[in-house]
């Protein structure tokens, strides 16, 4: 018979970082409890649809030319979120080096960043359904009545019983969200360093 393995397995549903100490608890419960959400408006920041804008044509550049030579497009939220917060943080940083006082770049602004870049390189796709002059309709009132009818409500009475099974039952998480929800936590906590290692 073989030793039993005495190594804790971590439940998706248990956090995942753990703190030894109480200092630690009471730091990460203090910051969190301290940090307000701003406004959506506050959100959508000049600086930050300055950065979507050209990230997002780099993107579209990018995603062209993997489109054309492999054919194969891969998810570039990650990069996104991450190329987001290294612009807009050097550019706060170079400004604040001057003396002019910037307003603090928050995780909700990297996201909003991130959104509008990955929105940008999906209009990119060249020959998908929906991209060709042969899928252009001009709809009549009741074909879009219709159609707004099957989309509003299709999605809400599967969406339900979806998240009951696959959220709450199984816990599943959905991966690349996930990954990039952890990078931008990452960036924006004290943390965030524990996190990575």
């Avoid at 730091?27 to 959508?44: G, L, N, R």
């Avoid at 891969?74 to 910037?102: D, H, I, Q, R, Y």
């Avoid at 599943?172 to 990954?179: E, I, R, V």
Wanted: hydrophobic share 40%; proline share 5%; net charge negative.
């Amino acid at each position: 018979m073989g030793k039993e393995s005495t190594t804790p397995t971590l439940d998706i549903s248990e956090p995942l970082l753990h703190h030894e100490s109480s200092n630690s608890t009471t730091e990460t419960e203090t910051e969190t409890e301290t940090e307000t959400i701003p406004e959506w408006k506050d959100q959508i920041t000049l600086r930050g649809l300055v950065v979507s804008a050209l990230l997002g044509t780099l993107f579209c550049i990018i995603t062209h030319k993997l489109n054309l030579t492999v054919g194969i497009i891969p998810s570039l939220n990650v990069a996104a979120g991450l190329l987001g917060f290294f612009f807009v943080k050097s550019w706060t940083t170079f400004l604040e080096n001057f003396g002019f006082s910037v307003r603090p770049f928050t995780r909700q602004e990297n996201t909003v960043i991130q959104t509008c870049v990955v929105a940008c390189y999906g209009l990119a796709f060249s020959d998908y359904p929906g991209n060709r002059a042969e899928d252009v309709k001009n709809p009549g009132l009741l074909w879009m009545t219709g159609f707004l009818f099957v989309v509003s409500f299709l999605g809400l009475f599967s969406l339900v019983p979806l998240r009951k099974v696959m959220v709450m039952d199984y816990k599943l998480t959905y991966p690349s969200g996930t990954a990039t929800a952890m990078l931008i936590n990452s960036f924006h906590t004290t943390t965030g360093a524990d996190l990575a290692r």
